[in-house]
């Protein structure tokens, strides 16, 4: 069964910077494609960034430049690099998975595991 876990989520000042984690329980699978997205008060789960088993990633235009999606050697933990941090970038943060076949989409019914979700909150 896979399990996704995001690390502690936290608060920023606008301008700042924060590292998001997901522990990921992948190593039996060959083909994955991993994802962020996040979800504001009142509007809908949006994608942010995705990877697949082959490094290739897609941003979400509103991240582009400031986000970095990225995977450890192992490929047990997926993180996100956010810098440059906007009162925008708020919500709940969540990491998810799908497999083979699979591309590194932001199309959330496109994923079929899902972590619980981490806030991150950024203020001015």
């Known amino acids: 069964q896979v399990q996704l876990v995001e690390s502690e989520g936290g608060s920023v000042q606008v301008g700042g910077s924060l590292r998001l984690s997901c522990e990921a329980s992948l190593v039996s699978y060959a083909t994955y494609c991993l994802g962020w997205f996040r979800q504001a008060p009142g509007g809908e789960r949006e994608g942010v960034a995705a990877i697949d088993t082959d490094g290739t990633t897609k941003y979400a235009d509103s991240v582009k430049g400031r986000f970095a999606i990225s995977q450890d050697n192992d490929q047990s933990t997926l993180y996100l690099q956010m810098n440059s941090l906007k009162s925008g970038d708020t919500g709940m943060y969540y990491c998810?998975?799908?497999?083979?076949?699979?591309?590194?989409?932001?199309?959330?019914?496109?994923?079929?595991?899902w972590g619980q979700g981490t806030q991150v909150t950024v203020s001015s």
């Open positions: 998810a998975a799908e497999f083979e076949p699979c591309a590194p989409v932001l199309d959330p019914a496109r994923y079929d595991y």
